[in-house]
């Protein structure tokens, strides 16, 4: 099955700057996206990304695609402290969205 | 925006008991809806399709017989989870799409922590 597998796993930074995190995949994909999810709580769709598009832009969210590589990147801009949170991508192929393990941004005010 | 509205968010139960975890898409018609289980600080694992008006599509190594889904409607499905056992305690999260596509999102439910004691 397909799984997403983001690096790194575990991100602090300071209020204002920016956060990046990678993911990759193993098989052919429909679309790649990203979501957010707080502690103890569901997950928040944050962007999505067609197996045809490169780049994506959603307010301060910039995700990258690259599927000869089978990679995607999403970039966080001016982070601020309600962005701490674990972001995992997902992948979606038959009809099913497999999750990669999720990074875990900590951003200090 | 689409809303999925999952309920209990909590639950205890003793060992041996049956739990059912109810999910609800409240302003759009999900034909599909996805169960996953998560561990503490991992990513979340799909456990099953569920399909409206037919059989649920369980993953490999998931337990179709302990982990009952019924979808009977556009708008529910409910996950009971039968005899439930200490290591069944997770935290369970459904979600749905609210078009018959494959690139749209998928919206979630805000999750159940399961607790067997």
């Known amino acids: 099955s397909q799984q997403g597998e983001e690096d790194p796993q575990a991100l602090s930074i300071q209020e204002g700057e920016n956060a990046t995190m990678n993911c990759s995949y193993k098989?052919?994909?429909?679309?790649l996206q990203w979501y957010r999810q707080n502690s103890g709580r569901g997950l928040v769709h944050l962007i999505l990304?067609?197996?045809?598009?490169r780049e994506k832009h959603s307010g301060r969210l910039r995700v990258t695609l690259d599927t000869s590589k089978k990679s995607s990147s999403l970039l966080i801009t001016a982070s601020r402290a309600a962005d701490t949170a674990s972001y995992f991508c997902?992948?979606?192929?038959?009809?099913?969205?497999?999750f990669g393990k999720g990074n875990q941004v900590v951003v200090i005010p | 925006g689409a809303v999925v509205s999952q309920h209990p968010s909590r639950v205890i139960c003793k060992s041996g008991t049956s739990v059912k975890i109810e999910c609800r898409s409240l302003?759009?018609?999900?034909?599909?809806m996805f169960w996953y289980r998560q561990f503490p600080k991992q990513s979340l694992m799909l456990m099953a399709t569920?399909?409206?008006?037919?059989?649920?599509?369980?993953e490999q190594g998931v337990e179709k017989d302990k982990f009952l889904i019924n979808h009977a409607s556009l708008t529910l499905s409910t996950l009971t989870v039968t005899s439930a056992h200490p290591e069944d305690s997770s935290f369970y999260i459904c979600?749905?799409?609210?078009?018959?596509?494959?690139?749209?999102?998928?919206?979630f439910g805000n999750g159940t922590r399961l607790t067997v004691t």
């Open positions: 979600s749905a799409r609210d078009q018959v596509s494959y690139n749209s999102p998928l919206h």
């Open positions: 098989t052919s994909i429909n679309n």
């Open positions: 990304i067609r197996s045809n598009e």
């Open positions: 997902a992948t979606e192929g038959n009809n099913r969205l497999a």
């Open positions: 302003d759009f018609q999900a034909t599909t």
């Open positions: 569920s399909n409206e008006g037919s059989k649920a599509t369980y």
